[in-house]
């Protein structure tokens, strides 16, 4: 890859890991479904605006708009409330292990969909050694009591699944502006989610939207529009797969966090992991993508 698409692995890393502490906080007030469609709703005066300054807006082709649904329903609404369920039944760090199976997940996807990202031995060896890195930075006592955990682990899979689906998915599609692709994004995921919400959760208590509105709106702009954003410029720069190794990259941001914002100390496994995952990635990314640029449908 080049120097730029690994920046841009590492800010988009940054972005998500800013949105783990966010929602572990909300998710003790709201459903899980609630906080992803919040998330949605608040994010979109965010994004717009910015859209529009740059001369983006929504969208107006239909191959955007049917991307923006997919992207909706892939990579916020699944995902997000996935994550939320996750957050309140298992521990923190088994959830960082889980969601760190998303670029081996991506890769077996990528494969058998993707021209150019088929998958070798190489990339199996640098998904797994990422992988392990992961498990080292957060440590491996997080694994202990999967088996109790069962639901919360098997529903927080959903959301390195639904990531990897969607994140190939929008790869095989013609190629949006990521203002563009991002606003229809929000508005399709809003859409979705608010009559769901209202039909499970009803509305949601006025008096805790405003007491947590600082809480969600950090969440929307910084742990969620950001994210979106860069992870979309990074999925038709660098693919699929090599999109993907931002899932590799955020544990070392969250224990990073922790350390500067709580002043954790960092342990010597961690800077082990953190070894093992910047191998992984060199691994996996050692071999490029072949370029697969379908036509755009926008007018």
Request: aromatic content about 8%.
């Amino acid at each position: 890859m080049t120097f730029v698409n690994w920046a841009l692995v590492v800010l988009t890393a940054a972005t998500f890991a800013v949105s783990l502490p966010f929602n572990k906080f909300l998710v003790n007030e709201f459903s899980p479904i609630t906080l992803s469609a919040a998330r949605a709703v608040l994010a979109l005066p965010f994004i717009w605006p910015v859209a529009v300054a740059f001369g983006a807006g929504f969208p107006r082709a239909l191959g955007d708009w049917r991307a923006a649904f997919i992207g909706a329903v892939l990579l916020v609404a699944i995902p997000f409330s996935a994550i939320a369920f996750g957050q309140q039944h298992i521990p923190s760090g088994l959830g960082g292990i889980l969601y760190g199976s998303m670029p081996l997940i991506t890769a077996v996807i990528a494969s058998a969909l993707v021209p150019g990202e088929r998958l070798s031995g190489l990339k199996i060896v640098g998904c797994l050694v990422g992988l392990a890195g992961v498990t080292i930075i957060i440590g491996p006592a997080a694994l202990e009591g999967v088996g109790s955990h069962l639901l919360g682990v098997l529903v927080t899979l959903v959301a390195p699944l639904s990531y990897a689906a969607g994140t190939v998915v929008l790869r095989l599609l013609p190629a949006s502006n990521p203002l563009v692709l991002t606003s229809g994004m929000f508005v399709a995921a809003a859409a979705l989610m608010v009559p769901l919400t209202a039909g499970l959760d009803g509305e949601p208590e006025v008096a805790a939207v405003q007491t947590m509105i600082w809480p969600l709106v950090g969440l929307a702009t910084l742990g969620t529009a950001v994210p979106a954003f860069l992870n979309y410029v990074l999925i038709r720069r660098a693919g699929a797969v090599n999109a993907s190794l931002v899932m590799f990259i955020m544990p070392i941001f969250a224990v990073a966090f922790g350390a500067i914002i709580f002043g954790e100390r960092i342990q010597i496994e961690a800077l082990i992991g953190m070894c093992l995952t910047v191998i992984g990635c060199i691994v996996v990314s050692n071999r490029p993508a072949l370029p697969f640029r379908p036509k755009s449908t926008a007018k």
